[in-house]
């Protein structure tokens, strides 16, 4: 018979060796093969995201970080905002916020984007580039964190593949930008938005303000019925709004909402023909429409039904996407955002790695929906194949048909947005007579918008002006000028413009004295005139919707040179030249 003494000791016997034996199987679990390898991944993938991308860019500043810290700057500083989108403008403030190089432009963004570094603002560009980059750090834990919390994967697992998102990644660190706190924002709108609908709606304003796609979302809350967090984004968009004309007055919006919004929305940003933006809406414009010096060799040239798909395309990328989400039989948010990314993604006129990386928690939730093994490594190796540089390397297939092959990130997109759709097992839509009626009329409003885009592309190369012919054309040039009977121009390259602008009046006056030539928006875009200054009499040259800049005399007086952004991406002009008699 055991005494009290001896049972407790032999009870605290027992409890020790169950201690023991769960300590054992834990530590099992903890090194078991497949939880080793992850951490060996890890390891391998995270030491080559420090060594190659966060490292230097604490040493060092390239684009796009001064697109972002510059504009803040200038909005710090109490610079004049008449003239934020203009890039002669630009270049003079990079200079005087002490950046010397890479080139900076504050092109097709929101005016609210002068703002994401306006707290970064008042340290020297390195130190705000240090600061930016422990930011994007504090974020993407974030991102795991929330990530691995919904879609169930171990705090491991869900950093391997953020980590297999690679170049992505990486480029949001090197270039200073700003999508990996975008990531934030949207998955923390869609997370959050039932148990915390005032953060939900924060991160909503904040994200559509910036970046404009994010605003997808509040359709997303009515959809799903989230109807505090709608009104909460509303009401911080009118306040962030609010703060946002405060601190930088109304010219900017004006430009935006003036000159910007429609050029963005019909995709002529930048270089619209880029193969290298990887994207549907790039594909269709590389496809489809001729440019002597941009896109030379089309698959056919047919700019009617360039203009005819393009919205055809958007608006039934986003009617499905929603659709499937509002009749979805599966629940799964991290599902639905992914759907709501790749949406974004197919109907974006241009995109770079680092844009990818807003995939990475749809990706987490696919992965964590696969039940083997070989399909969750399948997807984590489509993930990083999207993600990586090497999407550009069949960039040199430019032409013809055989161009189909330059956009290989955009045919994974495509793929990657109907299997997050088929996951969410939508309810098959009725056809009916009135859904039939609806298809045709919407059908006829596209051909009418088709037809008068066409027209508005035809009458912008109608005016007489006509392309000059340069010996090295860059993406953006200038400020056409005669120096000893020599065309120059100011050229925007790597490093900024080739050379101080030179015109800080934008007015030329002809060689006799009795023309001057300017810019003027008066008619809702920029085109030019000349005023006689004997008369004071004024006659447009230019008709063009796009923007007509800079104007300087011929040396012997009967004709204009000027800068154009005609069927081109947004003031990222060439030159052209026009007669002042109309000859």
């Known amino acids: 018979m055991k005494t009290a003494d001896s049972r407790g000791v032999y009870l605290y016997t027992l409890d020790w060796e169950a201690q023991k034996t769960s300590t054992v199987i834990k530590a099992t679990v903890m090194l078991s093969p497949r939880r080793i390898a992850i951490a060996a991944a890890i390891l391998i993938f995270g030491s080559r995201l420090i060594f190659l991308y966060v490292l230097p860019s604490l040493q060092t500043i390239v684009t796009d970080f001064p697109n972002y810290y510059v504009s803040a700057w200038a909005v710090r500083h109490g610079e004049p905002l008449t003239q934020l989108y203009n890039p002669l403008w630009f270049e003079r403030a990079k200079r005087r916020a002490g950046i010397e190089r890479p080139a900076a432009l504050f092109n097709y963004f929101p005016p609210m984007n002068a703002m994401i570094m306006w707290p970064l603002a008042t340290l020297a560009p390195i130190a705000a580039k240090r600061a930016w980059t422990v930011v994007n750090i504090i974020a993407l834990m974030v991102v795991i964190h929330l990530a691995a919390k919904v879609s169930g ?86 306040l962030l709004a609010a703060f946002e004309y405060a601190a930088m007055g109304w ?36 496809a489809l429409l001729r440019d002597d010096l941009l896109n030379p060799a089309p698959i056919l040239d047919a700019s009617w039904l360039f203009f005819f798909l393009r919205p055809l395309l958007s608006i039934s990328v986003v009617a499905a996407t929603l659709y499937c989400i509002s009749r979805s039989r599966r629940c799964h948010v991290l599902l639905e955002y992914g759907a709501l990314i790749a949406m974004v993604s197919l109907v974006s006129p241009s995109q770079a790695s680092y844009h990818q990386f807003l995939f990475y928690p749809g990706m987490a939730g696919l992965i964590a929906r696969e039940k083997s093994w070989p399909n969750k490594l399948c997807w984590g190796l489509v993930f990083t194949m999207m993600c990586s540089n090497l999407m550009g390397a069949t960039a040199r297939y430019d032409h013809g048909v055989a161009m189909i092959a330059a956009f290989p990130r955009a045919w994974i997109v495509v793929i990657l947005w109907l299997v997050f759709l088929l996951m969410l097992d939508p309810r098959l839509p009725r056809i009916s007579l009135a859904a039939v009626a609806s298809a045709a009329a919407a059908i006829v409003v596209l051909v009418a918008i088709a037809v008068a885009e066409n027209r508005r592309w035809i009458a912008d190369v109608s005016d007489g002006a006509s392309r000059v012919l340069l010996e090295a054309p860059a993406d953006l040039e200038i400020e056409p000028r005669f120096v000893a009977g020599r065309l120059v121009t100011s050229v925007l390259g790597p490093d900024g413009f080739n050379g101080p602008p030179q015109m800080e009046d934008a007015a030329s006056t002809s060689p006799d004295g009795k023309w001057t030539a300017f810019a003027t928006d008066q008619r809702g875009n920029w085109d030019i005139a000349i005023r006689s200054n004997e008369t004071g009499e004024i006659r447009f040259l230019t008709s063009s919707s796009a923007n007509d800049l800079t104007p300087s005399f011929s040396p012997d007086g009967r004709s204009v040179y000027f800068a154009s952004d005609r069927h081109r991406g947004y003031r990222f002009t060439t030159i052209y030249r026009v007669s002042i008699d109309g000859q």
């Open 153 to 238: 994967l171990e705090w491991l697992a869900a950093t391997l593949i953020a980590l297999l998102a690679g170049d992505a990644l990486g480029n949001n660190f090197t270039y200073g930008q700003f999508y990996v706190v975008l990531t934030l924002f949207m998955l923390s709108a869609v997370v959050l938005s039932e148990r915390w609908p005032l953060i939900a709606g924060v991160a909503t304003a904040a994200g559509t303000l910036t970046k404009i796609f994010p605003g997808f979302l509040l359709a997303y809350f009515v959809i799903r019925r989230q109807y505090r967090a709608f009104v909460w984004s509303i009401a911080t968009l009118a």
């Open 251 to 286: 010219a900017p919006h004006h430009t935006y909402v003036q000159e910007v919004l429609g050029r963005t929305l019909r995709g002529e940003i930048q270089d619209p023909y880029n193969v290298h933006w990887n994207t549907l809406q790039a594909f269709l414009r590389r």
